[in-house]
């Protein structure tokens, strides 16, 4: 059975778009990726400070846990925000925009700072943060057809991997030359260099409304549907439990693995700026790696359902399985083998995954509904870091309190592959919606 994205090329008559310059693409999937790279490096300096913020600031595990989620107390919001604009901005000044917000919320730590200022600054980097995936990937599809979405999408999202493994190493180093503070400083001038960047080559391409010829069910989606019919679709929410779940595991990647290193494990400052690094290498890697694998199941045959979604899907549930194992070692090879696959499959299939949106919402929605994901999976970040926190806090040992933390996070990951892979299906929702008829426009927003 064809794939409902994965087909031969739409000829520009059926797309109603001419393809744009290669060039220009590939530049454009650069800019993105490096975007992503930015975001996530923005993340996870937190983590990596966190030792010595602690100290200077004289604050516990549990405060610190607070620190983390507030990051994600406004993720929601800017992602459904972000989401709406999305279309309505030009994206050559709504990713510049959101890149120079990002700049400005980490200034203050440049300097000293207080516990309350300091959660202000994680409040506004992930409001303006919230939306950065929904926008790359929807800027992402408009420069290509459906059929090339999946390998450029796998690209972008995996800046977020590469952004971490990149910046653990660089910006350990930098704060042991001089001190945490400066590791922001760094964060700053590259915020602003990737703004000046986007502005003088970035932009949305012509190909975001093209569908392929041979899909028939795409095809006959209306311009518009009514966004609960859209979220009512079983892919939608598939999706948007399989995201929810998994994003525990990156949140707590993201704000305590640092942490867990370090005073879990025992490892010193160095090692643990290395170490950090591998579970967001593999995860960059494996993104390039599960993009280009769904493409060729779909040129074999294979159905949107089975080269995204189950894909997807599969790739959580191992991860999740390898998290609760890692969970149950102590220090060594084997355990960090196991981590880093924990680490690293619960988030590999983000990229093909975010691909299936577009097999059952219209180009006009897509910002919106991806808004709507981003919104829904950040709830797990604002939960997760104040669990483990606490959990660390309440343990006999910090041990302890982080192995109870990590069983949880991989069982809802499991679960939530489970739910997933039952509910996901592009084509009977592509299929279902095509028929769908919109009301004559008495009322505007009755389609919204």
Same mark, same amino acid.
């Given at each position: ?34 975007f ?11 983590g ?26 406004l ?7 972000g989401g ?14 959101t ?18 200022l ?6 506004v ?24 979405r999946a390998?450029?999408t ?19 180093w ?10 922001f400083?760094?964060?700053?001038l ?68 640092p942490?867990?290193?370090?005073e ?12 950090? *690094?591998?579970?967001? &290498?593999?995860? %960059? +890697? !494996? ?6 694998a769904? #493409?060729? $199941? /779909? @040129? ?8 995204r979604?189950l ?21 060594g ?13 619960t ?10 949106v ?5 180009a ?30 309440s ?17 809802? *990951?499991?679960?939530? &592959?489970?739910? %997933? +892979? !039952? ?7 592509? #299929?279902? $919606? /095509? @028929? ?13």
């Amino acid at each position: 059975m064809p794939s409902t994205t994965d087909l031969a090329p739409a000829p520009a008559a059926a797309t109603g778009a001419s393809a744009p310059a290669k060039g220009k693409a590939a530049l454009i999937v650069f800019l993105l990726f490096c975007f992503m790279l930015v975001n996530y490096a923005d993340k996870v300096v937190i983590g990596l400070a966190g030792v010595d913020l602690i100290a200077e600031l004289g604050i516990n595990k549990e405060q610190f846990g607070l620190v983390q989620s507030s990051f994600f107390w406004l993720f929601a919001a800017g992602s459904i925000l972000g989401g709406m604009l999305i279309g309505k901005i030009k994206a050559r000044y709504l990713l510049a925009g959101t890149a120079l917000l990002w700049a400005l919320s980490i200034a203050p730590m440049m300097g000293s700072i207080g516990f309350g200022l300091l959660i202000a600054c994680r409040v506004v980097l992930g409001f303006a943060e919230g939306p950065a995936t929904a926008m790359a990937t929807s800027v992402t599809h408009s420069w290509f057809a459906p059929d090339k979405r999946a390998i450029p999408t796998s690209i972008v999202v995996a800046g977020a991997g590469f952004g971490p493994l990149i910046a653990s190493p660089a910006l350990t180093w930098v704060m042991e030359k001089w001190d945490w503070h400066s590791a922001f400083s760094v964060l700053f001038l590259v915020g602003i260099a990737w703004m000046l960047a986007w502005i003088f080559g970035g932009g949305e391409g012509t190909l975001g409304g093209a569908r392929p010829q041979a899909s028939a069910a795409i095809s006959a989606l209306p311009d518009r549907l009514p966004y609960r019919k859209l979220l009512g679709t079983g892919t939608i929410v598939g999706l948007l439990v399989l995201f929810f779940t998994t994003y525990w595991s990156i949140a707590v990647k993201v704000s305590w693995l640092p942490l867990y290193f370090r005073e879990g494990l025992g490892y010193t400052a160095k090692e643990t700026g290395t170490l950090v *690094a591998l579970p967001y &290498a593999a995860a %960059a +890697a !494996l993104q390039i790696v599960v993009g280009v694998a769904s #493409a060729m $199941l /779909s @040129k074999r045959g294979a159905s949107s359902r089975a080269a995204r979604c189950l894909l997807a899907s599969a790739l959580a549930g191992v991860g999740g399985l390898s998290t609760i194992g890692f969970a149950q070692l102590d220090r060594g090879i084997p355990q960090l083998l196991l981590l880093v696959i924990g680490a690293s499959l619960t988030s590999a299939g983000y990229g093909v995954a975010f691909a299936a949106v577009s097999d059952v919402v219209p180009a006009k929605q897509r910002g919106g509904i991806m808004g709507v994901i981003v919104a829904v999976y950040s709830v797990g970040g604002i939960i997760a870091p104040l669990i483990l926190g606490g959990l660390i806090d309440s343990a006999a040992t910090p041990a302890e309190g982080y192995s109870h933390g990590f069983t949880v996070i991989g069982v809802l *990951a499991v679960v939530g &592959a489970v739910v %997933a +892979a !039952l509910l996901t299906n592009p084509e009977r929702d592509a #299929a279902k $919606l /095509s @028929k769908w008829a919109p009301p004559a426009p008495q009322d505007a927003s009755e389609s919204d």
